[in-house]
C-alpha cells in the first residue's frame, strides 16, 4: 500500500524493518539550529536517519532569496540517495512540530515527481504514546540509492511570477503564519513585519486537533472551503515566513482533496528582501 499524504502510528509500526522504506525525522529548532539533530542522538523512531532543514532541505541563503530557498534538484536527489531514498522508496517523514518541518520533505518530495511520501500523523509524540520502537545514536551506514527526480515545475512560484499572479483577480494567496505575525504586530524571524498585500491568513496550526493531529478531511475540506470563498484550489497559493510552513497548508488541502494549489517558495523572507515591494499590515 502506498502512503502520499498522512500516515498513522499503526500503519508505521507494521512497516518498520521493511525493504523499501525510509524514515526522516525532520525535528528542527529555527532559535537552535542544531538542537534537531541533538535530540535525534538521544532518541528516534527506529530506523530513522536525520534530514536537517539547513543544509538537507534547503539551498544556500542568498542576497535575494528568503531563509529557506528550495534546495537545487539534482543536489537535494543525490542526498535523497544517501538518505537511502530511490525512486520505488516509501518515504516517511515525522518532527516534534504538528508536521511543520515533516510536510516540508512532502511537498519536496512531491515536488521532485516522488508520490511516495507521506507525514507521520501526530509526529514523534504520538510514536511514544503508543509504545513505538526506538533508537538512539548515529545512523547506521547503509547503501546509497539512486534517486531521479522529475522536477514539477509548475507547482512553484518565484516572487517575479507572484507579482504577475496577484494580478489575476482569481489568484489566492494564503499565508500560513499564526495571526500575530500576519497582522505584523509581532515578527520574531524576520527584519521586516507584516504581509504581502491582498494575501489571506490561515494558520497552519487551523488544520490541527488539540492533540496535533490532522483534523478528519471533511472538516479540513470544510475549514479549506470557507478561505477559499469560491477560489478555485488550482488558484491558490501558499506562502508562510520561508516556504516551511506553508507545505503543512498544501498538505491539508490535499487531504480534504483539494488539490493544485502552488507554493511561493521564498514567501515572506524573500518578498522583503525587495524594499520597493509593497508591506501591508493589520489583519
Excluded at 46 to 54: E, S, V
Excluded at 175 to 188: H, I, K, N, S
Amino acid at each position: 500500500m502506498d502512503f502520499n499524504t498522512t500516515i498513522d502510528v499503526a500503519s508505521l509500526k507494521a512497516l518498520i524493518g521493511s525493504p523499501g522504506i525510509a524514515i526522516l525525522d525532520c525535528r528542527f529548532d529555527l532559535a537552535a539550529p542544531e538542537a534537531g539533530w541533538q535530540a535525534y542522538l538521544r532518541q528516534h523512531i527506529r530506523g530513522a536517519r536525520y534530514a536537517d532543514l539547513n543544509r538537507d532541505l534547503s539551498g544556500p541563503v542568498t542576497p535575494s532569496s528568503g531563509r529557506h530557498p528550495l534546495p537545487a534538484p539534482d543536489l537535494f536527489a543525490a542526498r535523497l540517495g544517501e538518505l537511502g531514498i530511490g525512486d520505488a522508496t516509501q518515504v516517511i517523514a515525522y518532527d516534534d512540530a504538528n508536521g511543520a518541518f515533516a510536510a516540508r520533505v512532502w511537498w519536496l518530495l512531491r515536488w521532485l515527481g516522488h508520490t511516495r511520501v507521506a507525514v507521520l500523523d501526530g509526529g514523534l509524540k504520538a510514536w511514544v504514546a503508543a509504545g513505538g520502537a526506538l533508537d538512539s545514536g548515529e545512523p547506521e551506514v547503509r547503501a546509497a540509492q539512486r534517486f531521479t527526480p522529475r522536477i514539477e515545475d509548475e507547482a512553484v512560484l518565484g516572487t517575479a511570477e507572484l507579482i504577475e499572479a496577484l494580478e489575476d483577480q482569481r489568484r489566492l494567496l494564503v499565508d500560513a503564519r499564526a495571526p500575530e505575525r500576519f497582522a505584523g504586530t509581532v515578527e520574531p524571524l524576520d527584519p521586516v513585519a507584516g504581509h504581502v498585500p491582498g494575501a489571506v491568513n490561515h494558520p497552519f496550526a487551523a488544520n490541527l486537533s488539540p492533540d496535533g493531529r490532522f483534523l478528519p478531511p471533511a472538516e479540513l475540506k470544510r475549514r479549506w472551503l470557507e478561505r477559499l470563498a469560491g477560489a478555485a484550489p488550482g488558484d491558490v497559493i501558499a506562502m508562510c515566513g520561508s516556504g516551511v510552513t506553508a507545505c503543512h497548508n498544501l498538505l491539508a488541502l490535499e487531504l480534504a482533496g483539494l488539490h493544485g494549489a502552488k507554493l511561493y517558495a521564498g514567501s515572506w523572507s524573500e518578498w522583503i528582501r525587495d524594499p520597493k515591494l509593497p508591506v501591508a499590515r493589520g489583519e
